[in-house]
């Protein structure tokens, strides 16, 4: 959130949301965590619990690089954002 502060001047009310979400995710990461080291207690179990988070990141990424397209592609070309970053 430094940088919605610095570099875009977002105010404590506008950074309020990303920071609760943040720490939401945080929490509900170690839940799942939690919850994976009591039931997958098989390797494979363990194996299948990996499998369903990389099919998640997947969609995940699906998901954002269709935001992209739909909604910044026009405006922001990829060559741009990797020069930025």
Same mark, same amino acid.
């Given at each position: !959130? $430094?940088? =919605?502060?610095?570099?875009?001047?977002?105010?404590? *009310?506008?950074?309020?949301?990303?920071? +609760?979400h943040?720490?939401?995710?945080?929490?509900?990461?170690?839940?799942?965590?939690?919850?994976?080291?009591?039931?997958?207690? !098989? $390797?494979? =179990?363990?194996?299948?619990?990996?499998?369903?988070? *990389?099919?998640g990141?997947?969609?995940? +990424?699906?998901?954002?690089?269709?935001?992209?397209?739909?909604?910044?592609?026009?405006e922001?070309?990829?060559?741009?954002?990797?020069?930025?970053?």
């Amino acid at each position: !959130t $430094p940088t =919605l502060r610095d570099k875009y001047n977002f105010t404590d *009310e506008e950074v309020e949301f990303f920071d +609760l979400h943040i720490v939401s995710d945080e929490i509900h990461g170690e839940r799942g965590y939690q919850i994976v080291l009591e039931h997958a207690d !098989t $390797p494979e =179990l363990q194996q299948r619990c990996l499998k369903i988070c *990389e099919i998640g990141a997947q969609m995940r +990424l699906l998901y954002t690089t269709a935001l992209y397209h739909d909604y910044v592609a026009q405006e922001i070309p990829l060559p741009e954002l990797e020069l930025a970053a």
